[in-house]
C-alpha cells in the first residue's frame, strides 16, 4: 500500500516543471492583459490628460505612414517635398537621389504653414545636379496624441 501511494507521487524534478509551467502561463496571460488593443486606448486617454506642452512633444502614438514626394527632373536648383496626411506629423525623412552627381544642399523637416508654425508636417530636400537627374523627398509620420485627443473628444 505505501509503495503504491509513493508510486502516485510526483517526483520533484516533476513539482519543478509543473511550477516553471504555471509561472510561465502566468506569464503569457499578464503579457496578453498588457497588449490589449482596448487596454492601450484606456492608456492614451490617461495620457490625454498631460499638459498642453507635454502634448506637444508625444508623437508616434500608432502606424507609421510613408510618404514619397514627386519625383523631380532636375534642371536646375529644385525643392522637393513630401508632406504627411494632416492627421500626422513628421518623424523623419530624406532625399532620394538618381546619381551620386545631385547635391544635396538642404534636407530637413517643413512647415506646410498650418496653424502651429512647427516643421512637423512633411519633409524638404534642395537639391541640384545635371539635367536629366532627378530627385524624390520622403517623409515618415506618424498620428500624434495631439489628434487623437480631438477625434476621441
Ligand atoms: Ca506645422
Known amino acids: 500500500m505505501r ?8 517526483s520533484p524534478a516533476m513539482v519543478v516543471a509543473i511550477i516553471a509551467l504555471v509561472a510561465a502561463l502566468a506569464g ?18 490617461k495620457l490625454g490628460k498631460l499638459t498642453e506642452g507635454a502634448k506637444n512633444k508625444t508623437v508616434g502614438i500608432g502606424k507609421a505612414t510613408y510618404v514619397q514626394g514627386d519625383t523631380k527632373e532636375l534642371t536646375s536648383t529644385e525643392n522637393v517635398t513630401a508632406t504627411c496626411p494632416v492627421t500626422r506629423h513628421v518623424t523623419g525623412g530624406g532625399v532620394k537621389t538618381s546619381a551620386d ?17 512647427i516643421q512637423d508636417d512633411g519633409w524638404k530636400a534642395t537639391v541640384s545636379g545635371p539635367a536629366g537627374e532627378t530627385a524624390q523627398a520622403h517623409a515618415v509620420c506618424a498620428p500624434s496624441l495631439k489628434f487623437k485627443q480631438i477625434i476621441e473628444d
Do not use: C, F, M
Open 3 to 10: 509503495e503504491r501511494l509513493r508510486a502516485g507521487r510526483p
Open 28 to 45: 503569457t496571460g499578464y503579457a496578453a492583459t498588457k497588449i490589449n488593443g482596448g487596454r492601450l486606448l484606456a492608456e492614451t486617454v
Open 101 to 117: 552627381t545631385v547635391v544635396v544642399h538642404q534636407s530637413h523637416p517643413l512647415d506646410s504653414g498650418d496653424d502651429d508654425s
